[in-house]
Nanobody, 128 residues
């Protein structure tokens, strides 16, 4: 089992920055691949892929909507993954979730159903 705890969310004005953290505990061999997803408020909103990386952090993946603004990174010594979010926009408002999996095919990083473990989420609100 792996436990994931997110932190760092909050309220920020458009154009501002936030840094989200996801700390893993438990069976860390199961969190070689880590992704960030978000779910915006409102009915029918699905969980949306934001960014992902492999254990080595050699490969990173981003949704087109956040490329150039968000950066995913990790500190293996701390079992932590970070999401640096710059130039935030009101449409970035969502609950952000950290997810982990031991194995994911290279073309499946954006698929929420391929992740085995999820954190409780952290709220990010961007005001205009």
């Amino acid at each position: 089992q792996v436990q994931l705890v997110e932190s760092g969310g909050g309220l920020v004005q458009a154009g501002g920055s936030l840094r989200l953290s996801c700390v893993a505990s438990g069976r860390t061999s199961s969190n070689r691949n880590v992704g960030w997803f978000r779910q915006a408020p409102g009915p029918g909103k699905e969980r949306e892929f934001v960014a992902a990386l492999r254990w080595s952090a050699t490969y990173t993946y981003y949704a087109d909507s956040v490329k150039g603004r968000f950066t995913i990174s990790r500190d293996n010594a701390k079992n932590a993954v970070y999401l640096q979010m710059n130039s935030l926009k009101p449409e970035d408002t969502a609950i952000y979730y950290c997810a982990a999996a031991a194995l994911i095919a290279p073309d499946r990083y954006a698929s929420a159903s391929d992740y085995d473990y999820w954190g409780q989420g952290t709220q990010v609100t961007v005001s205009s």
